[in-house]
């Protein structure tokens, strides 16, 4: 059982690096959201998205880290980098994300304008 305790800390490094991943994930979906101004559906197709991406994330971090068996240090590793990461780089990512969001509506509403776009979309 002492050959299972040595590489704990790199793999709770590997899990927290996972979860901040699903951080970004998360901003994504929410500037997605705010971007298609959301209905009830497209946010029901929004958080089944972020919800198998999340999973995924997870088990993608248990597969590289420890070969995909589950211990609970890998889950809160993957927590603790989930919420480390909204709480820190999160201001950042998200003042980005406002930029590109308020750039791309302009593209939209410039290109909407376009005749030829307007004959294209009819």
């Given at each position: 059982?002492?050959?299972e305790t040595v590489g ?53 971090g248990l597969l590289t ?43 939209i509403h410039v290109l ?11």
């Open positions: 059982m002492l050959f704990q800390g790199w793999v709770f490094l590997w899990m927290a690096l996972f979860g901040a991943a699903g951080g970004a994930l998360y901003l994504l979906c929410a500037a997605l959201r705010r971007l298609l101004r959301a209905g009830a559906w497209i946010s029901l197709a929004v958080d089944l998205a972020f919800s198998l991406g999340l999973t995924s994330l997870f088990l993608a880290a420890v070969a995909g068996r589950f211990r609970l240090y890998c889950l809160l590793g993957f927590i603790l980098g989930f919420a480390l990461f909204l709480s820190g780089p999160a201001w950042a990512a998200a003042g980005l994300f406002r930029r590109i969001l308020t750039k791309l509506r302009q593209a909407s304008k376009n005749r030829l776009i307007k004959a294209l979309l009819r």
